[in-house]
């Protein structure tokens, strides 16, 4: 097959791991960076050109989008749709992942267990909405934010109103969570790929951290997942409508909550954490998918 690797970082562990287990199972691979393509949507004849080129087609492509481009990482995306070429995570899945609020309003509807969030605009509305998640500690949110940053823990009901007054001053989008101390800095990254968690690691915060980003600090180790935790991480990106998803949990009092589901999981903490080869996986379910795949026409919404 020929594969394409939509990503900005042709030096990034996942992306040079895709590329090298690509290589392995005899296909052909290749990078693009989805700045760099510019589009012709046309009713007969859409194409996609990079510096005066235009692209050779593709069996399948593996979105790697950052969240900083995901405006136009996703209209590229799409345009590989509309060229009926297989992706990996659609569009619409990429781009529904990217808004944590919409995420989690989706997965509640689907009885998916969540920490207590509330969203709200006007500061008069705070000292309800803080109530509403059951007062202080609370966590608060960032819509946008990634890698644990723009997440705060505020340990008094004082310090969370002044946070939250802060942030909507800043006209930023935030969530307020109750904040679940039991999963003492840990939580769970399960790696999705279609019906299956083909791999998992407990993540653990640094000392006097609550954040337990490998980012900020974490530590990574092997754990083994209870059959309810697999099942709601599969049920989670299903509801996303992801094929691959990092679904991260917590693990409560009153079982695993899900806090959030990623598009682009990355492949480095994963892989070291369990020693799979989650990049093989991952093509082998592409040529699987690509073989069984009905031609659709269009993209999908
Ligand atoms: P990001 O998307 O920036 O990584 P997360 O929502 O995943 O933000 O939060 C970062 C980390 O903070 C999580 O991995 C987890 O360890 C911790 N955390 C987030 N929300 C809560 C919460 N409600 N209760 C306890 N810990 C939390």
New binding site residues.
């Given amino acids: 097959m020929r594969i394409a690797v939509l990503s900005q970082g042709p030096e990034l562990y996942s992306t040079r791991r895709l590329v090298e287990a690509a290589t392995a199972r005899g296909h052909e691979v290749r990078v693009i960076n989805p700045l760099e393509c510019y589009m012709n949507i046309n009713m007969r004849a859409s194409s996609i050109h990079i510096a005066g080129e235009e692209l050779p087609p593709f069996d399948a492509v593996i979105p790697r989008i950052g969240a900083s481009i995901t405006f136009y990482g996703c209209s590229v995306l799409r345009q590989f749709e509309m060229m009926d070429v297989y992706t990996l995570n659609g569009s619409v899945a990429v781009t529904r992942s990217r808004d944590k609020l919409r995420s989690m309003q989706l997965m509640s509807r689907r009885g998916i267990g969540l920490?207590i969030t509330g969203f709200a605009n006007k500061p008069s509305d705070i000292p309800d909405l803080i109530d509403m998640v059951g007062g202080a500690p609370l966590?608060i949110?960032l819509l946008e934010?990634?890698?644990?940053?723009?997440?705060v823990l505020a340990e008094t009901r004082k310090a969370a109103e002044s946070v939250i007054e802060a942030f909507m001053g800043l006209k930023a989008n935030i969530m307020v969570?109750?904040?679940?101390r039991e999963?003492n800095?840990a939580?769970i990254r399960c790696f999705v790929l279609g019906n299956k968690v083909v791999a998992a690691m407990k993540?653990q915060?640094a000392p006097g951290e609550?954040?337990?980003?490998l980012h900020r600090g974490g530590t990574a180790s092997l754990v083994k997942l209870t059959p309810e935790e697999r099942s709601v991480a599969i049920r989670a990106a299903k509801t996303m409508g992801l094929s691959v998803a990092g679904v991260?949990l917590?693990r409560s009092n009153h079982g695993p909550l899900i806090?959030?589901v990623n598009s682009s999981p990355g492949l480095e903490g994963i892989e070291g954490a369990t020693g799979k080869d989650v990049a093989g996986s991952i093509i082998a379910y592409i040529e699987k998918s690509v073989l069984k795949r009905p031609k659709l026409s269009g993209p999908q919404g």
């Fill in positions: 920490p966590v949110k934010g990634t890698q644990g940053i723009g997440v969570q109750e904040y679940i999963a800095g939580d993540r915060a609550f954040r337990s980003n991260d917590l806090m959030e």
